[in-house]
């Protein structure tokens, strides 16, 4: 069974610039969670979507935002980047809610500059 | 608000010894407590989940334990071996249920 897929891998911005990451889960798993990874702060949840619909929303500007398609594949958008973004941004699916074990895509490297 | 506490930044232990890490956290009782492994570069792995009502979950040479009175979490390595060097994650479920809190994690560094 493939894992957790994310794209892209790496990727510069400048501040003030928007970004979209994409998330493709396990084939069957309809949950997917965001996450944000900094030495600073460590892993942060950012949101946690269920078929289409964002089940929960951490404790972060509007400027993050997500969606879910019907296929289950996830995208994050960020809006007017910041330096304090610059991160690893993980993605990680689940049969059904965090609350089974998840799988971690490998991330994607923001920076912004 | 709640809080997830990991004992240590780094743990140096030599190969074929038991490693114990530590997972505190306070505040409220989590229904289940997971732990995952993270290499440099990567996404955590899925290691233990353990629910409440378990005191003790094993995996092979994983064994997790779920201290709901102390509120503690104990994870160990048996015979550990340099492989096993990696970050070590404990992560829960915040007290309004809405969102997965992560430690910051312990380095385990085993040498041969």
């Known amino acids: 069974k493939a894992g957790v897929t994310q794209t892209p891998r790496y990727l510069i911005k400048t501040r003030g610039q928007q970004v979209t990451l994409s998330c493709s889960p396990i084939s069957g798993h309809r949950s997917v969670s965001w996450y944000q990874q900094t030495p600073g702060q460590g892993l942060q949840f950012l949101f946690e979507?269920?078929?289409?619909?964002?089940?929960n929303k951490g404790n972060f500007p509007g400027r993050f935002s997500g969606r879910q398609f019907s296929n289950s594949r996830s995208e994050m958008n960020v809006s007017t980047l910041e330096l304090g973004d610059s991160a690893l941004y993980l993605c990680?699916?689940?049969?059904?809610?965090?609350?089974?074990?998840?799988?971690f895509g490998p991330g994607t490297r923001l920076t912004v500059t | 608000s709640q809080k997830i506490e990991q004992n240590s930044e780094a743990l140096n232990i030599q190969e074929g010894k038991t490693a114990t890490l530590t997972c505190n956290y306070t505040?409220?009782?989590?229904?289940?407590l997971q732990w995952y492994r993270q290499d440099p570069g990567r996404g955590p792995v899925f290691l233990l989940l353990i629910r409440e009502n378990e005191k003790e979950k094993r995996k092979e040479r994983l064994k997790v334990t779920f201290d709901t009175t102390l509120k503690q979490s104990l994870f160990h390595i048996t015979a550990s071996q340099p492989a096993d060097s990696a970050t070590y994650l404990c992560?829960?479920?915040?007290?309004?249920?809405?969102?997965?809190?992560f430690g910051k994690g312990t380095t385990l560094s085993v040498s041969s």
């Open positions: 990680a699916s689940s049969l059904t809610d965090r609350s089974n074990e998840q799988y």
């Open positions: 979507y269920f078929s289409e619909t964002q089940r």
């Open positions: 992560a829960l479920d915040n007290q309004a249920g809405t969102a997965l809190i």
């Open positions: 505040n409220y009782s989590p229904a289940y």
